[in-house]
Nanobody, 127 residues
Framework: QVQLVESGGGLVQPGGSLRLSCAAS????????IGWFRQAPGKAREGVAR????????HYVDSVKGRFTISRDNARNTVYLQMNSLLPEDTAHYYC????????????????????WGQGTQVTVSS
């Protein structure tokens, strides 16, 4: 069974940086993408970034382009989200998510179909 465990969240001032980590285990089946989505109170889930399993192609939601970078360490089965120049509107619960669907499902906008995620980690950007 796939398990995703996130870490690295916290409280940071606007303009600051955080790096989220996601340790993946149980990846016995193929997948198309692994990445992150976020959800703020009262708002819908929002796909943030994804990286493909085959060729490391990355995609980002427009609001984080140029500020966030997704990467992975295959040897450690770990995915990272480096977040720079954080804004108050980045405040949300961030979840590591893997797309196990055979045809792939939407990330932007985010669809939960075929996806599995962890418990998440809270990111709060505030002065």
């Amino acid at each position: 069974q796939v398990q995703l465990v996130e870490s690295g969240g916290g409280l940071v001032q606007p303009g600051g940086s955080l790096r989220l980590s996601c340790a993946a285990s149980g990846l016995t089946l193929g997948y198309s993408y692994i990445g992150w989505f976020r959800q703020a109170p009262g708002k819908a889930r929002e796909g943030v970034a994804r990286i493909s399993s085959s060729d490391d192609i990355t995609h980002y939601v427009d609001s984080v382009k140029g500020r966030f970078t997704i990467s992975r360490d295959n040897a450690r089965n770990t995915v990272y989200l480096q977040m720079n120049s954080l804004l108050p509107e980045d405040t949300a619960h961030y979840y590591c998510v893997i797309d196990l669907s055979t045809r792939g499902s939407s990330w932007f906008p985010f669809s939960a179909i075929g996806k599995h995620w962890g418990q998440g980690t809270q990111v709060t950007v505030s002065s």
